[in-house]
């Protein structure tokens, strides 16, 4: 289930808007230009699937998809804890490279998740909207948008992305600090796991 937060861009002190609804979560994201929508969700796909496995399982969703925006590349990104000793310092890289806020001048950032979750806060308008994605969703972020992607200090994620430009993710970063001034995804992840318990 996914969860929007909006905010001024002045902080996060007073929240302009916090919903779980998808419907009002679609109809507040599209005057941006953000398409979000859910697929149906595929239980008998593992959370670390390869990407033959999430292919041959979504494969009517992409071919609908690419067919309505002409996506050149699609691939298959995935991150989930490891014993390997390479995992915290691999995390945190990956981590650190999409948390700073960036524009992509040539693309749009399109993303499925066929497991675990993520949050894109997009800064547009003079506010900041936080989108907590699970599995299950697709958001589209339209090239140009100011925004950054937190995947949390332990990253447990498998996404499928699309793109028009065959180089893939390019950012041009604004060298703007204000990501350093919004609830993170732990806290955010941390706060709506209460909420779902005592509902």
């Known amino acids: 289930m996914t969860l929007l937060t909006t905010w001024p861009e002045s902080g996060p002190e007073t929240t302009v808007r916090r919903t779980s609804e998808p419907a009002e979560i679609a109809a507040a994201l599209a005057p941006l230009g953000v398409r979000y929508e859910q697929w149906p969700i595929r239980e008998d796909v593992p959370a670390d699937a390869d990407t033959e496995t999430v292919f041959a399982a979504y494969g009517r969703e992409i071919d609908k998809l690419n067919a309505e925006e002409g996506f050149t590349t699609v691939d298959v990104l995935g991150l989930h804890p490891s ?69 949390g200090t ?8 699309f793109f028009h430009e065959e180089d893939g993710w390019i950012g041009s970063f604004t060298g703007s ?7 993170d995804y732990d806290t955010i992840a941390a706060g709506y796991e209460q909420d779902r318990a005592a509902a």
């Open 83 to 151: 014993d390997n000793p390479e995992f915290p310092a691999k995390a945190k890289a990956a981590r650190e490279k999409f948390l700073q806020e960036h524009t992509h001048d040539d693309d749009d950032e399109v993303r499925f998740f066929v497991a675990g979750s993520g949050i894109f806060y997009l800064h547009v308008g003079g506010e900041v909207h936080a989108v907590f994605c699970e599995k299950g969703d697709l958001l589209g972020v339209p090239r140009g948008t100011t925004h950054w992607f937190d995947m």
């Open 154 to 161: 332990s990253p447990a994620f498998t996404a499928i992305r």
């Open 177 to 183: 600090t204000i990501a350093g001034r919004f609830p």
